[in-house]
C-alpha cells in the first residue's frame, strides 16, 4: 500500500480531468506516483550530497528533469 492517501489521487483525477476513479485505480496510481517520487528524491538527494549541501533544493529536481526526463527512466 502507498502512503499517498488515494483520495489525494482521486481529488487531482477531478480536478484536472472531471473524472471519477475508482479505489483500486487511486491506489494504483498511488503506488506508482510513490515510487517515481522515491526515485526523483534519491537523485536531488545525491545530487545536493555532491554539492556539499545538507538541503535539496528546486534545482536539485530541476536537474532530474533536464538529466533523467519526465518519462522515469
Known amino acids: 500500500m502507498a502512503t499517498i492517501p488515494n483520495e489525494s489521487v482521486k481529488k ?3 480536478k484536472y480531468f472531471g473524472l471519477q ?3 483500486d485505480a487511486a491506489g ?5 506516483l510513490e515510487k517515481r517520487a ?3 528524491s534519491a537523485f536531488a538527494v545525491n545530487n545536493a550530497k555532491k554539492e556539499k549541501r545538507q538541503k535539496v533544493t528546486k534545482e536539485d529536481i530541476q536537474e532530474y528533469v533536464l538529466n ?5 527512466e
Open 12 to 14: 487531482i483525477m477531478q
Open 21 to 23: 476513479i475508482t479505489d
Open 28 to 32: 494504483a496510481m498511488a503506488r506508482i
Open 38 to 40: 522515491k526515485k526523483i
Open 68 to 72: 533523467v526526463g519526465t518519462d522515469g
